[in-house]
Structures are given as C-alpha cells and as structure tokens.
C-alpha cells in the first residue's frame, strides 16, 4: 500500500498532527509517516526522499517541529509465515514512544 506523500517543511506548519509513526523496517532502519485528519502521510525532504535513518533519535530530532499528539513506534513482521503458521493479513505493533529530546 503507498501512502501519500508530504514534505516535513509543510508538516511543520500544521496547528497539530494526530500522530507521529515512526516505523521499524529492518535492522534498525526507520522511516517516518504522520496521521493528519485519518490520512497518513510519508514524511519526505524538500527533495521528496523518504526521510529514513538508522538511528530513531535523528529521526525525532527531524521532528521535533511537528507538533504530534502522539508518537509510537511501529513494527510488522513476517515471523509467522516463516515458521510455518497461517498468513496474517495485519500483525502491526504499535509502542507509544515518548519525545525525551536525548538528542
């Protein structure tokens, strides 16, 4: 599924934002979407690139400026086809995640 893009620069604008996900990919690489009015959004750059890292507290510091209500961190995995067990259509994780600006 893609998801609609939006430059951090614009989010930064907004009054507030539901959410701030920051999803865990692979090997301790993020990248970062926001939830506006129950439509989530890719976070990108000014040159539209994903905004992407592999330490998730550069990626809060990039968004320090986005006023969120809320921010988790986000994980699937594939874990249960591997080993065997029943397709899952949505075996997402969501952790609240705090902002404690150790950057």
């Not at 609609?4 to 690489?29: G, I, R, T, W």
């Not at 989530?40 to 510091?61: G, P």
């Not at 988790?72 to 949505?90: A, C, F, H, L, T």
């Amino acid at each position: 599924m893609t998801k609609d893009q939006q430059p951090l620069s614009k989010l930064e604008q907004y009054f507030e934002v539901e959410k701030l996900v920051f999803h865990s990919l692979d090997l301790a690489l993020y990248n970062v979407s926001a939830v506006v009015e129950g439509q989530e959004y890719m976070i990108t750059d000014e040159k539209n690139q994903r905004l992407k890292s592999h330490n998730l507290l550069s990626l809060q510091q990039l968004c320090q400026h986005v006023k969120a209500k809320k921010q988790v961190v986000r994980q699937s995995s594939p874990y249960d086809e591997m080993v065997g067990g029943p397709i899952k259509v949505n075996n997402e994780l969501e952790v609240s995640l705090g902002d404690n600006k150790l950057y």
